[in-house]
Nanobody, 125 residues
């Protein structure tokens, strides 16, 4: 069955970097838009970055210039490179897939049908 699995989370100091991976199994990512979302305790899930099947990005203002998304269709994986991390970046990070062939990807959870289980990112000294 189709599945998304995140990895790469952990504890990092402010100013540090992490790279998250979102690996697909049971289907190919080629035609999917992939979004990264995060959720901190007591807060709603929010969009962080996303990438269309054509490679167009749509970063949230809070991470613009710091978080870069990329996809490797040969490895069936999407990556989120996070630099200059801040304590407010702490949360559970989820990747999600949208099979709709849209020219732009959404920062809202609504169009995404397939979700991973999440990986914890903690930014703290």
């Amino acid at each position: 069955q189709p599945q998304l699995v995140e990895s790469g989370g952990g504890l990092v100091q402010p100013g540090g970097s992490l790279r998250l991976s979102c690996a697909a199994s049971g289907f190919t990512l080629d035609d999917y838009s992939i979004g990264w979302f995060r959720q901190a305790p007591g807060r709603e899930r929010e969009g962080v970055q996303c990438i269309t099947s054509e490679g167009k990005e749509n970063p949230a203002d809070a991470v613009r210039g710091r978080f870069t998304i990329s996809r490797d269709n040969a490895k069936n994986t999407v990556y989120l490179q996070m630099n200059s991390l801040k304590p407010e970046d702490t949360g559970v990070y989820y990747c999600a897939g949208d099979a709709g062939k849209n020219p732009f990807c959404s920062g809202s959870p609504t169009p995404y049908e397939l979700w991973g289980q999440g990986t914890q990112v903690t930014v703290s000294s």
